[in-house]
């Protein structure tokens, strides 16, 4: 089944990934594709708050693990989003968008798969600011970029979008890695995370954030969240 159907679109729903959660509970096939003009409750990764006022491009797909290779999820999704965000766009591990690595650097999308084991499926949510303006983002106003294109686009940067992850997840592993490489917005910068510092240095094959520390040693991060030096979230 192609990814974007079937397509349920809602005018106002909590959270895409919710109920696109439930969709995927109630055995929707892979590729359902669940989109919002506005989320009221929309949800980022580590337990944070996603703003999504209209302007915010939010979209969740039900992923199902016979028909993708849930390892690099989070590696083919940046991939496809930064593709749509345009040749300058960089990714911030494991998977946010930047379209300006100004210091702030501009964060233009957000990603966040979720899935419950033992279950067989994922979602994928991706919200894209396509037409917001950062102002209205609260707290988030600050470090936000936009694509700034008229809302009436937004289907078009929706349609791209599909095609984008379509075409990511169906690349072998070393090319999505590849691709994902060449968009890393960390190599070489310095990160503090919870319980380290040192420099980023790409991704391994699994898709972990390798830090080299000051003694010269290697270690993979697996979850969680970095953050350049000087402290930007
Ligand atoms: C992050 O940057 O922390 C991830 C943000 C993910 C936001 C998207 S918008 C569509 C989907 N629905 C949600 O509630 N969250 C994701």
Redesign the pocket.
Known sequence: MALGHPHIHLGKV?????R?RELAQAGAPHGTMVS?LV?T??????G?A?T?PAG?M???FVLRRADCTPELLPIAAAVATARVCGDEAKIKWP??IWVDAGMPPR?V????IESRMPADWFVV???LNVAVDPADLGDAAARAGTLGQPASSMPVWRRRLVKELDRALALPADQVLGEWRERDGLFGKELVWDSGEGVAAGVDDEGHLLVRGADGAFQSLVAGEVHLQPLVP
């Open positions: 909590g959270s895409t990934n919710d696109a919002a989320q409750a929309g949800r980022g990764r580590q944070r996603w999504n915010v939010a979209q969740s998977n946010d964060k999308a957000g990603i966040l949510g991706i919200g």
